[in-house]
Nanobody, 121 residues
Framework: QVQLVESGGGLVQAGGSPRLSCAAS????????MGWFRQAPGEEREFVAA???????YYADSVKGRFTISRDNAKNTLYLQMTSLKPEDTAVYYC???????????????WGQGTQVTVSS
């Protein structure tokens, strides 16, 4: 079992650079593939970024070059550094964990409760 708790969201001006964190419980954090997803009102949950235990990363085209996913296995923490935020980045951001192979589909095994990011223009 893994419990995930996101933090770092809030109201941000366009062009801002907040960092989201996701604290994970459990001793096997380092073995999981970790991902960030987001969901805007009335929209489906969409993939943002993912990272393997070894550090290789994957990004949605919409955030590539603006967002950076990273993890600190010693601290059981996942991060999402966001830059050049746009109003269309407004959503609830979720961190998620899974075993097995990496995927961009929202079929991860464990999910946090989400943190709201609102980008004002």
């Amino acid at each position: 079992q893994v419990q995930l708790v996101e933090s770092g969201g809030g109201l941000v001006q366009a062009g801002g650079s907040p960092r989201l964190s996701c604290a994970a419980s459990g001793r096997t954090f380092s073995s999981y593939i970790m991902g960030w997803f987001r969901q805007a009102p009335g929209e489906e949950r969409e993939f943002v970024a993912a990272i393997r235990s070894g550090g290789s990363t994957y990004y949605a085209d919409s955030v590539k070059g603006r967002f950076t996913i990273s993890r600190d296995n010693a601290k059981n923490t996942l991060y999402l550094q966001m830059t050049s935020l746009k109003p269309e980045d407004t959503a609830v951001y979720y961190c998620a964990a899974k075993g097995g192979t990496i995927t961009t589909r929202p079929t991860y095994d464990y999910w946090g409760q989400g943190t709201q990011v609102t980008v004002s223009s």
